[in-house]
């Protein structure tokens, strides 16, 4: 046993832990704090803390009511899951790396990447996707309409191809406990274990998400290699407006031979959009839609002839005469401007 008059220094904490006994003892005025080294696996230590006013040998009893006080990784000369008293350590600041709720996050960061390495890589012993009836029960529950959303905004954000797999959402919200002391052990295999033994627990739930990331992948993949498709109309504008930095932009749209122009948001034309919204709009536009088209409604991508910053001109749509003109020469039906 080592004895401590006074308070510690950090360094000098650390150095106990390094090389010193099994116990420390620190004589405060008219208290004790003891510190209690437990060796639990190879290489790693559990360390213990106790206070009292009686002398540290009376309080190394069967009655010893000692806290947690952390995880001590030798050859990294660390202490996880810190929890050092104040009073006996005054200058202690623990390194951020080592806190609990850091390495909960890694904990489950490692497993999800084990998991997904596994299903993506073949490796999870599961099927790639479902056919049929399984494909319809697999994606009933996403709805046409966030499929096309989750299509549409993977496009909207330049998203390449080969990202778009199965992803984890792997979490783990109970005591730590021996689980740390596995995992500072061997990081990448014990999470690889933890992943196989998920995979095995939830296979069906797995193949499920497989199959709709799966459907998603091919969707896009369809859409990337169709510049026809209007999405990609959609996409420039998106782009110009956010590359503008404008905050409000003018919008000017035709319908049915009739022509209005108003201000909004820019906001109300980035990403994926159905129907652009007529959201926050002046009194005085609203009256000028409702003159020209009957209703405040929202517009369609279609409907939108030019946007303005200012005198800059952020996007306009090629006339009818442009399309017709460029058809037959260039063998496509979409505008120009696409990607």
Same mark, same amino acid.
């Given at each position: 046993?080592? #004895?401590?008059?006074?308070?510690?220094?950090?360094?000098?904490?650390?150095?106990?832990?390094?090389?010193?006994?099994? !116990?420390?003892?620190?004589?405060?005025?008219?208290?004790?704090?003891?510190?209690?080294k437990?060796?639990? @696996?190879? $290489?790693?230590?559990?360390?213990?803390?106790q206070?009292?006013?009686?002398?540290?040998?009376?309080?190394?009893?069967?009655?010893?009511?000692?806290?947690?006080?952390?995880?001590? &990784?030798?050859?990294e000369q660390? *202490?996880?899951?810190?929890?050092?008293?104040?009073?006996?350590?005054p200058d202690w600041?623990?390194?951020?790396? #080592? #806190?609990?709720?850091?390495?909960? *996050?890694?904990f489950c &960061?490692?497993?999800?990447?084990?998991?997904?390495d596994?299903?993506?890589?073949?490796r999870?012993?599961?099927? %790639?996707? *479902?056919?049929?009836?399984?494909?319809?029960?697999? #994606?009933?529950?996403y709805?046409?309409?966030? !499929?096309d959303?989750?299509?549409?905004?993977?496009?909207?954000?330049?998203?390449? *191809?080969?990202?778009?797999?199965f992803?984890?959402?792997?979490?783990?919200?109970?005591?730590?406990g021996?689980?740390?002391?596995?995992?500072?052990?061997?990081?990448?295999?014990?999470?690889?274990?933890?992943?196989?033994?998920?995979?095995t627990?939830?296979?069906?739930?797995?193949?499920?998400?497989l199959?709709?990331?799966?459907?998603? @992948?091919?969707?896009?993949?369809?859409?990337?290699?169709?510049?026809d498709?209007?999405?990609?109309?959609? &996409?420039?504008?998106?782009d110009?407006?956010?590359?503008?930095?404008?905050? /409000?932009?003018?919008?000017t749209?035709? &319908?049915? $031979?009739?022509e209005?122009?108003?201000? /909004?948001?820019?906001?109300?034309?980035?990403?994926y959009?159905?129907?652009?919204?007529?959201?926050?709009?002046?009194?005085?536009d609203?009256?000028?839609? !409702?003159?020209a088209?009957?209703?405040?409604?929202?517009?369609?991508?279609?409907?939108?002839?030019?946007?303005?910053?200012? @005198? %800059?001109?952020?996007y306009?749509?090629?006339?009818?005469?442009?399309?017709?003109?460029?058809t037959?020469?260039?063998?496509?039906?979409?505008?120009?401007? $696409?990607?």
């Open positions: 046993m080592i #004895t401590h008059k006074g308070p510690l220094t950090a360094d000098e904490f650390m150095a106990w832990l390094k090389d010193g006994k099994d !116990m420390l003892a620190v004589e405060r005025t008219k208290a004790w704090a003891c510190f209690l437990v060796p639990m @696996r190879d $290489g790693i230590d559990y360390i213990f803390h206070d009292g006013h009686q002398r540290p040998q009376s309080l190394l009893s069967r009655y010893a009511n000692f806290r947690f006080t952390g995880f001590y &990784k030798q050859d660390k *202490l996880y899951c810190p929890n050092i008293p104040t009073y006996a350590v600041k623990n390194d951020p790396t #080592t #806190t609990e709720q850091n390495m909960r *996050l890694e &960061k490692d497993v999800r990447k084990s998991i997904e596994m299903v993506n890589n073949d999870a012993d599961l099927p %790639k996707g *479902l056919t049929g009836d399984g494909l319809k029960a697999a #994606t009933a529950g709805g046409h309409d966030l !499929m959303r989750s299509v549409a905004q993977l496009l909207m954000d330049s998203v390449p *191809l080969d990202d778009v797999k992803s984890s959402d792997y979490n783990y919200a109970g005591d730590l021996d689980i740390l002391l596995d995992y500072l052990q061997d990081r990448k295999g014990f999470a690889d274990q933890t992943a196989a033994e998920y995979i627990l939830h296979k069906a739930e797995i193949i499920s998400v199959t709709y990331a799966n459907t998603v @992948r091919e969707r896009y993949a369809a859409i990337l290699s169709d510049t498709n209007p999405i990609h109309k959609m &996409k420039q504008i998106s110009a407006v956010k590359s503008s930095g404008a905050t /409000t932009v003018r919008v749209i035709e &319908k049915n $031979g009739a209005v122009s108003i201000r /909004t948001p820019a906001q109300n034309l980035i990403g959009h159905r129907i652009y919204e007529n959201c926050d709009i002046s009194s005085a609203r009256r000028a839609l !409702m003159e088209f009957g209703n405040v409604s929202g517009y369609t991508l279609d409907d939108i002839r030019c946007i303005t910053n200012g @005198r %800059k001109t952020i306009e749509a090629p006339s009818p005469e442009v399309k017709q003109a460029e037959p020469a260039k063998g496509f039906a979409m505008t120009m401007g $696409g990607m």
